[in-house]
């Protein structure tokens, strides 16, 4: 007899740990389907906590109709499907269908040192990479258990804070151009620009810099940048108020937004929505007041609140931050304290570069930290921010190697995309895109 010469075959994880088998998802499971559980009818009629609306149970099946929006359209600020069950004009249930971007970020996470880390998550929520970077970074440190020096959480503040306005201006133009005002996405882009050319000076990046590093910034701020700065702040006020002129009392706006896309706030709690989303269903919840970070608690600001939860309230409520955003830059700018813009343990930060040229120990200590990384004591730990769409987190466990042991994001629109069910129940077809758009969700913070 031949000897059976075959070997055996062994799966090996890479992360070393015991995982559940993986099963994989079929698109048909993810669709509305004619027998859903109570729980999950429920839900997709938007009543699990208040239903807003009655209906008629006893309409025919025969007619309602399931359509797909998406994954690829244009109004769905992504690449999200919505399954909606419509009744002639009227959406009976909602649900949205995520998963296609597919990016893996937080797999990826675990490739990568600490130090190579805000690359990662800085490209996730791309409107916000700045937030990114600093709730990452924020949780490194709670493990290196470091504190970034003054000027280092002065900066963090100051450029969080111009992204936050950025990422508002983007929400208003595409929120607007979505509803049919056009002018707001011409004005919203425009206004941009000026804080990404800023911003572009200071990191070298218009997008996805990974400034804000482990330890305090990359670099200090750019010659002459209060010049900058100043005239954000003299031009940006002049220009908000020019959006309410257009807006505010604009039949046709507040005939599409007036108790369109309506969360009430027992609604937005039950299901952990935060951000613009929630404050607007009149919630006074902020990170920066509750769980202050990077000493932004020193600075005088509002916390803006609407009171119907609906588009038109979302949208005020971004117009209004944008001004108390530009509250808190002002009075970083004229408080802006001197000294290291990182903290001076070469352990963790590289380097000056005039010193690899000048000394063999520097010149080996930078390829090693780039090459290597630092090491991160053993343990776990969770960092927050108040990013423009909620509570953006990161969880990070160290097994004290120089590579997280594994990373997760708890990312703000993932979780307001659950109330979408709720705010679209029995709405008309028409009022799908402003109850998206108010959301301002980003998928790549969902598809992380």
Do not use: C, N
């Given at each position: 007899m031949t000897e059976d010469k075959r070997t055996d075959t062994i799966d090996i994880w890479v992360a070393g740990t015991e995982e559940p088998e993986f099963q994989p998802t079929f698109e048909?499971?993810?669709e509305i389907g004619p027998e859903e559980t109570g729980g999950r009818l429920a839900e997709q009629y938007g009543s699990v906590v208040d239903d807003d609306y009655l209906f008629d149970d006893e309409v025919s099946e025969d007619e309602r109709m399931v359509i797909n929006m998406g994954p690829q359209?244009?109004?769905t600020h992504g690449v999200l499907r919505l399954q909606i069950e419509l009744e002639g004009e009227v959406i009976r249930r909602t649900k949205p269908i995520i998963g296609y971007l597919h990016t893996g970020m937080e797999k990826t996470a675990e490739q990568l040192t600490f130090g190579q880390g805000t690359t990662n998550v800085t490209r996730m929520d791309y409107l916000s990479p700045f937030h990114g970077e600093l709730a990452f970074s924020l949780a490194t440190e709670k493990l290196l258990g470091i504190e970034v020096p003054p000027r280092a959480a002065a900066i963090r503040v100051l450029m969080t804070e111009l992204n936050r306005i950025t990422s508002h201006l983007?929400?208003?133009a595409t929120g607007g151009m979505d509803i049919g005002a056009i002018s707001m996405m011409?004005?919203?882009?425009?206004?941009?620009?000026?804080?990404l050319a800023f911003f572009e000076k200071t990191t070298g990046l218009r997008m996805n810099h990974n400034y804000i590093r482990p330890g305090g910034v990359a670099a200090d701020l750019p010659a002459g940048w209060k010049d900058d700065v100043a005239a954000i702040l003299a031009e940006m006020p002049r220009r908000v108020r020019e959006y309410d002129d257009l807006l505010q009392y604009n039949p046709?706006?507040?005939?599409?937004?007036?108790?369109?896309g309506v969360i009430t706030a027992e609604e937005a709690v039950a299901y952990s929505i935060t951000g613009p989303t929630l404050r607007a269903t009149g919630v006074d919840w902020?990170?920066?007041?509750?769980f202050p970070y990077s000493g932004i608690d020193q600075y005088e600001f509002e916390v803006v609140t609407g009171e119907n939860g609906d588009v038109y309230d979302r949208y005020r409520v971004r117009v209004d931050e944008i001004a108390e955003s530009l509250k808190i830059v002002s009075q970083v700018m004229d408080t802006m304290p001197k000294g290291d813009y990182r903290i001076p343990d070469r352990k963790i930060t590289p380097p000056p570069r005039a010193r690899i040229d000048e000394s063999m120990e520097a010149l080996i200590h930078h390829f090693k930290l780039f090459t290597e990384g630092f090491k991160v004591p053993p343990g776990e730990t969770y960092a927050a921010v108040e990013s423009p769409r909620g509570e953006l987190g990161c969880y990070l466990v160290s097994d004290g190697g120089p590579k997280p042991y594994r990373m997760h994001t708890r990312a703000p629109s993932f979780y307001n995309l659950q109330g979408l069910p709720i705010a679209m129940a029995d709405s008309l077809m028409a009022d799908t895109i402003a109850t998206i758009a108010s959301?301002?969700?980003?998928?790549?913070?969902?598809?992380?």
């Open positions: 048909g499971e993810q359209h244009p109004s983007v929400a208003l011409i004005y919203g882009f425009r206004e941009r620009e000026s804080i046709v706006w507040l005939a599409r937004t007036k108790g369109v902020d990170l920066r007041k509750v959301l301002d969700p980003v998928m790549g913070d969902v598809d992380r």
